[in-house]
């Protein structure tokens, strides 16, 4: 069965200093990967997208950056975070072309808190 | 660009009263459609979907849904809420030739009262 992971589970970073969140995904092959922030009354706010290795869509500018250097990692990362990028930060896979697995598939999530 | 519209972002009910949560989303072409829940604590999870077919969709703890294209809606129902239904529901759609995207609605917070 396929399972996603991520972590860590929480983080508290000062403004300013770097970020690395990971996510991987076992089970499952060429997966469509998604980073997603969760706020309050916002719903779901989709930052980035992955179809394949080293193929990396953004969906709003913000300080914020994602890699897929492996086919089952997604990694999301800042060099310098803002109070603003505070927040709790959801990956997600869904089956890739040739599946029939539309559904997304969510991980734990992570929680940042910038002071 | 595509969005998703929930109406109501805030639902207290009593037990056995009946829900309606209201979604629009916002694509002229073929939609895949979907509510998700996320329980207190919980991760969010598949509730139902809807891919083609009977409009009306059954999901998992009673809940049902009708895509009702002419209108761009899939609204949520379930005929009596328990105390256990209380959650975040949100709806989100993924436009066929839009790419890999699927687009969240902001949430509903409903709070089931015993």
């Known amino acids: 069965s396929q399972t996603i992971h991520q972590w860590p589970a929480t983080l508290v970073q000062p403004v300013g200093s770097p970020l690395s969140l990971e996510c991987t995904v076992e089970?499952?092959?060429?997966?469509?990967l998604y980073w997603y922030r969760q706020a309050a009354g916002r719903g779901l706010q989709l930052l980035f997208y992955?179809?394949?290795?080293?193929?990396i869509s953004s969906e709003v500018p913000q300080n914020l950056s994602a890699s897929r250097p492996q086919d089952r990692q997604f990694i999301l990362s800042s060099k310098k975070l803002l109070l603003s990028d505070s927040g709790f930060y959801l990956c997600?896979?869904?089956?890739?072309?040739?599946?029939?697995?539309?559904?997304?598939?969510f991980g734990p999530g992570t929680r940042l808190t910038v002071l | 660009a595509q969005s998703v519209s929930q109406h109501n972002h805030h639902v207290i009910l009593s037990e056995a009263a009946s829900l309606e949560l209201g979604c629009n989303y916002s694509y002229g072409g073929t939609v895949n459609l979907f509510w998700y829940v996320q329980y207190p604590g919980q991760h969010l999870q598949l509730l139902l979907k809807y891919f083609s077919g009977d409009p009306l969709v059954k999901g998992i703890k009673g809940f049902e849904a009708e895509f009702i294209k002419s209108k761009f809606s899939f609204n949520l129902r379930k005929p009596s809420v328990q105390w256990s239904d209380t959650a975040e529901y949100f709806c989100?759609?993924?436009?066929?030739?839009?790419?890999?995207?699927?687009?969240f609605g902001a949430g509903t917070r409903l709070f089931v009262k015993a």
């Open positions: 997600a896979w869904r089956g890739g072309r040739g599946t029939s697995y539309n559904e997304q598939f």
């Open positions: 089970g499952t092959s060429n997966p469509n």
């Open positions: 992955s179809v394949g290795i080293g193929q």
């Open positions: 989100a759609v993924n436009a066929l030739g839009g790419g890999f995207k699927t687009i």
